[in-house]
């Protein structure tokens, strides 16, 4: 029965997960947050036997290895697959450039630098460490991080991207991550991989300004200069499909090891 650990499934894309996996009676669902909050809905929006909910939080080291003496039993033992989707990104800093962040209030950029590297690089780095000993027991072996199209450096300079600067630094630092990972686990099966889910509409700009959606509608204005095919976000169930038809595909066998793709596929554009 093939396994799957996802973090954050109580919305968004990381609800999607559970509900398409979960579909095949075979595998078994293993999410990882809130466990009362997540329980109650995925009870009314699914109630599947092959879901189940343990109590973690990335950012609680201690949460993240009791978690594994609940999780292994459900697994018996095996883990085949994790997805990291949890993630952060702040109302605060996503909708100016760094400088400007750094002349509004310089301690509360570095307090949301860090809150980005706690949760985005820090935090998924002790998930997987955690957790390889039930990776390694796995037939599938596959790491997957949700990862960013901010994360591309080229992208970011030839666009002029100024937007969301502390989580991409952060995305493009778990990127690297990955790759570390890569190169310490690639000899025993295990495939590490980070894909960004493209342009998905997660509700992130709901709150937002008019000033502030200014500045998504420039910033949307350099994605079609990138990518003249774009024209709206993506809905988180197709950002889910996409996404799962690429875990499937990956192999290290086929070059994909520590690499960074998009939704599309590798060497894809990312929207």
């Given at each position: 029965m093939p396994s799957y650990l996802i973090t954050g499934v109580s919305r968004g894309i990381g609800f999607g997960f559970p509900r398409q996996i979960s579909e095949d009676p075979n595998n078994v669902v293993v999410g990882?947050?809130?466990?009362?909050?997540?329980?109650?809905?995925?009870?009314?929006?699914?109630?599947?036997?092959?879901?189940?909910?343990?109590?973690?939080?990335?950012?609680?080291?201690?949460?993240?290895?009791?978690?594994?003496d609940i999780v292994a039993p459900i697994i018996n033992g095996s883990l085949d697959h994790i997805i990291a989707n949890a993630g952060y990104i702040s109302k605060w800093s996503q909708y100016s450039g760094i400088g400007v962040l750094g002349e509004m209030d310089p301690k509360r950029l570095e307090e949301d630098m860090l809150e980005c590297f706690k949760i985005n690089v820090i935090g998924n780095i002790h998930l997987f460490n955690i957790y390889m000993p039930l990776i390694l027991e796995g037939h599938a072996k596959k790491v997957i991080t949700l990862s960013s199209g901010h994360a591309d450096n080229e992208l970011a300079r030839g666009f002029k991207l100024l937007l969301s600067a502390p989580y991409a630094v952060s995305k493009a630092?778990?990127?690297?991550?990955?790759?570390?990972?890569?190169?310490?686990?690639?000899?025993?099966?295990?495939?590490?991989?980070?894909?960004?889910?493209g342009f998905v509409d997660t509700g992130m700009y709901d709150d937002a300004t008019e000033e502030q959606m200014k500045a998504v509608t420039g910033q949307g204005a350099a994605f079609r200069k990138y990518s003249p095919s774009f024209s709206a976000t993506t809905t988180p169930e197709e950002a889910?499909?996409?996404?799962?038809?690429?875990?499937?595909?990956?192999?290290?066998?086929?070059?994909?090891?520590?690499d960074f793709i998009s939704h599309r596929g590798k060497g894809e554009k990312w929207l």
């Open positions: 990882l947050r809130d466990k009362t909050a997540t329980d109650k809905k995925v009870l009314v929006e699914l109630n599947r036997p092959n879901i189940h909910i343990v109590q973690a939080d990335l950012t609680d080291y201690e949460s993240l290895k009791k978690s594994v630092a778990m990127n690297a991550a990955a790759v570390k990972f890569h190169a310490q686990y690639a000899d025993q099966g295990v495939l590490f991989l980070n894909i960004c889910p889910v499909a996409k996404i799962l038809a690429q875990i499937h595909l990956a192999s290290l066998e086929t070059g994909y090891g520590g």
